[in-house]
């Protein structure tokens, strides 16, 4: 009671809720871990995530996905808990899920560690947004060969996050447009040819 909410996603069978004072609560099918509090408990009622509270850690974003969560926090870390299968919430572990959340290292292109501003759960995949603009995709997204030819995102992304090469949300480009050839036409007196 007498908590004000700020933000909420829903994810596949849970939710999280952020307060005005960084705080994270869920509720819902604790199933893969999702709900952050320790265990697999299913949870009628939003409850605050005590990893945050007892680490002084305060969270300005948050995503829900299928059975997954992640969070970034004022200093721009991202937490992630859930399911871990195919690397999809970006923690290299052996584990086929984490209940409390974990920190998530990501690096820039040059190797050093960079800060989150925003952070995406999907199915099968998560996104990071870094705060240089870069992209990072965690987790693996079933394309046409063609489209992920050179890219290298599907195998490297399992382990930890991948910067999505050529994608800065700060710095876009105009999209290519389709050249359009116009015909002259060559008046002749009342006859026009090309």
Not at 125 to 147: K, Q
Not at 155 to 161: L, Q, T, V
Request: proline share 3%.
């Amino acid at each position: 009671q007498g908590v004000k909410i700020v933000g909420a996603s829903a994810g596949h069978r849970h939710s999280v809720f952020l307060d005005a004072f960084g705080g994270v609560y869920t509720c819902g099918d604790g199933s893969g871990g999702a709900l952050g509090h320790g265990n697999l408990d299913k949870q009628d009622v939003p409850v605050k995530v005590m990893y945050f509270v007892e680490n002084n850690i305060h969270i300005m974003q948050i995503s829900a996905g299928v059975d997954i969560s992640m969070a970034v926090s004022t200093t721009g870390e991202v937490y992630a808990w859930g399911n871990t299968k195919n690397g999809v919430i970006g923690l290299n572990t052996d584990k086929t899920f984490v209940s409390i959340p974990h920190k998530v290292t990501v690096t820039s292109s040059c190797g050093s560690e960079i800060k989150a501003v925003d952070v995406e759960c999907g199915y099968v995949h998560s996104v990071i947004v870094a705060v240089d603009g870069s992209l990072h995709m965690c987790g693996v997204v079933d394309t046409d060969e063609e489209d992920t030819a050179g890219q290298g995102l599907s195998d490297e992304s399992k382990i930890r996050p991948v910067q999505v090469p050529d994608f800065n949300i700060w710095h876009r480009v105009p999209e290519p447009r389709e050249e359009k050839t116009t015909v002259k036409w060559k008046k002749y007196g009342k006859y026009e040819l090309k």
